[in-house]
């Protein structure tokens, strides 16, 4: 285990994704937890995040000093670089030299740390103190043009720092010398792999349920409750039942996909709610965004209810266990820890005990989303499944702009797959993040096919890259598959005469269009 100490910048769960990635679990605490309850948890390591403020800034956030003598590893990256050179009796200087974004690194001599990486290489910084001298017994390992100490260690005491943020993209080698602190310096064995994780998590979660009732678990068609359920089926088998609600509103193929592929490939016990028309009938004459939101989220709650209580009804047990595809970045930010969560939901079910309660059961609680993926692939979950796109909850209900019907569904669902298709063909899927086709149906334009005029709707394609679609840019995709995306549609689907390509960030757009 390696612990990051998060100092409140956004960078914390980008090294705890790198430390995985070398292969060496880690987890996130807040600078706030004391030091002996970190050395509690016996980790291999601790690494120091970078974080927003000067080490000068009254109130910044700082760390118990005795960090640094406990004898366990520490590295210091940016802001913990800083925290380290002070806490050992180095010098920080507010210098008034900043330095923000790509920066050339002058690597003076490698050490251990910095072993392999050129003599100049390019990082990424982003601070406005600099560290002016190492403290006693450390090394100095490189400089830039305003940095006199960009990096140094003390491979004795198990000390090591950067001033550059090796976790980003945009940093040379940032892997390599990650990896290095690892090895070389903290003597981490590289042993966390997808099958440990799923030999860990099948054990768990027997000893959580054990004997004591039977569990839930909705599906969506995506990747995390597909996991999620995968990994409960092979610890409880039939004592777990997962529930899919064909509201109507998902892709070509997708409900068949659940029902056929994932029950073929996981042998869960799975009850299929067709609920279309309750769907539809809900949504009839509705054109408002939020408005087309809340009727299927209040749908979808009493569908799944109603399956629940059915489920539940024909057995006496008083516990049930409710199977949630909740993700570590999801943990962080709600300020939990990584452990079995012991939240219990009170649920409201028509036909049941008042008294029944819900306890969840999480077993991606300490993963993060690329993991989940490898333990999906691990599990044998049809690629289909595992390396499909975000597709919101609404499904197609928002991505026809008007009232959404049965014919206008069909429309879009086979355009979408058109889309998808030549997507996959030429090899793109997992460049781009999410590649909504979205349906203008209340706007006709004239077109030609043959010789006939027609009057059909316009369709948008709307690809975009992202990292977690809080910001996004429109995807770059080649002319060629553009157009042939194009030509198929406007010849295969009957209805569409126009194919049109949003190319609008986020912001100022959003992904979806409603
Ligand atoms: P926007 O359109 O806000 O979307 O840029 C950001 C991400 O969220 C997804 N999304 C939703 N997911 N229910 C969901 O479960 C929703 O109502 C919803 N609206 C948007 C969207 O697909 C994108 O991944």
Same mark, same amino acid.
């Given at each position: 285990l390696v612990l990051v100490v998060d100092f409140g910048a956004q960078y914390a769960q980008l090294i705890a994704r790198r430390v995985r990635e070398a292969r060496v679990y880690s987890e996130i605490v807040p600078h706030t937890t004391p030091v002996s309850?970190?050395?509690?948890? %016996?980790?291999? /390591?601790?690494?120091?995040?970078?974080?927003? =403020? =000067?080490?000068?800034d009254e109130g910044a956030p700082?760390?118990?000093?005795?960090?640094?003598?406990?004898?366990?590893?520490?590295? !210091?990256?940016?802001?913990?670089?800083?925290?380290?050179?002070?806490?050992?009796?180095?010098?920080?200087?507010?210098? !008034?030299?900043?330095?923000?974004?790509r920066t050339s690194v002058t690597v003076g001599s490698q050490g251990t740390l910095l072993a392999d990486v050129p003599a100049q290489h390019t990082v990424w910084m982003s601070h406005g103190d600099s560290v002016t001298a190492a403290p006693a017994g450390f090394d100095v390992l490189a400089s830039t043009a305003v940095t006199p100490v960009a990096a140094f260690e003390d491979v004795e005491r198990g000390l090591a720092g950067v001033q550059w943020h090796p976790e980003v993209l945009h940093t040379e080698h !940032?892997?390599?010398?990650?990896?290095?602190?690892?090895? %070389?310096?903290?003597?981490?064995?590289?042993t966390w792999t997808m099958v440990n994780i799923v030999e860990e998590q099948i054990e768990s979660i027997r000893e959580q349920i054990g004997d004591r009732g039977r569990a839930i678990?909705?599906? =969506?068609?995506?990747?995390?409750? /597909?996991?999620?359920?995968?990994?409960?089926? #092979?610890?409880?088998?039939?004592?777990?039942?997962?529930?899919?609600?064909?509201?109507?509103?998902?892709?070509?193929?997708?409900?068949?996909?659940?029902?056929?592929?994932?029950? /073929? /490939?996981? !042998?869960v016990d799975l009850k299929v709610v067709d609920a279309e028309k309750q769907f539809l009938d809900a949504l009839a004459g509705v054109t408002d965004p939020e408005q087309k939101r809340k009727i299927i989220g209040r749908e979808f709650i009493r569908v799944f209810e109603a399956a629940e209580a059915e489920i539940l009804g024909e057995v006496d047990d008083k516990v049930a266990f409710l199977v949630q595809g909740t993700l570590y970045p999801d943990v962080v930010e709600s300020g939990g820890g990584a452990g079995t969560s012991n939240i219990k939901s009170h649920h409201n079910v028509g036909g049941l005990p008042d008294d029944l309660e819900f306890e969840?059961?999480?077993?991606?609680?300490?993963l993060f989303k690329d993991e989940v993926r490898l333990v999906g692939e691990q599990l044998g979950l049809p690629a289909e499944i595992v390396w499909r796109h975000p597709f919101p909850g609404p499904g197609l209900g928002i991505r026809i702009i008007g009232e959404v019907t049965r014919e206008r569904l069909d429309i879009l669902r086979e355009a979408d797959a058109i889309a998808r298709e030549e997507l996959t063909h030429a090899g793109l899927d997992r460049d781009?993040?999410?590649?909504?086709?979205?349906?203008?149906?209340?706007? #006709?334009?004239?077109?030609?096919?043959?010789?006939?005029?027609?009057?059909?709707?316009?369709?948008?394609?709307?690809?975009?890259?992202?990292?977690?679609?809080?910001?996004a840019d429109w995807a770059r995709v080649p002319y060629d598959v553009l157009e042939r995306i194009s030509t198929r549609i406007t010849n295969e689907v009957r209805e569409v005469n126009r194919v049109t390509v949003d190319i609008t960030s986020k912001p100022p757009g959003t992904i979806e269009w409603e």
């Open positions: 309850e970190m050395l509690a948890r %016996n980790p291999k /390591a601790i690494i120091l995040s970078g974080g927003p =403020s =000067s080490v000068y700082s760390i118990d000093q005795g960090i640094f003598t406990t004898g366990t590893p520490v590295f !210091g990256m940016c802001y913990g670089f800083q925290l380290m050179a002070r806490g050992l009796g180095g010098e920080v200087a507010h210098t !008034g030299a900043r330095e923000y974004g !940032g892997q390599k010398v990650l990896e290095h602190f690892l090895v %070389n310096i903290a003597h981490c064995r590289q678990c909705g599906l =969506s068609g995506g990747v995390d409750s /597909a996991v999620a359920a995968a990994i409960v089926q #092979r610890a409880i088998g039939d004592r777990l039942t997962c529930v899919y609600v064909d509201h109507g509103l998902m892709r070509k193929g997708e409900t068949e996909q659940v029902e056929r592929d994932f029950v /073929a /490939a996981t !042998g969840l059961v999480e077993p991606l609680r300490t781009i993040w999410q590649f909504p086709v979205v349906l203008l149906a209340d706007v #006709r334009s004239v077109g030609v096919q043959g010789d006939h005029r027609t009057y059909g709707h316009p369709v948008v394609l709307r690809p975009v890259t992202s990292e977690d679609a809080m910001t």
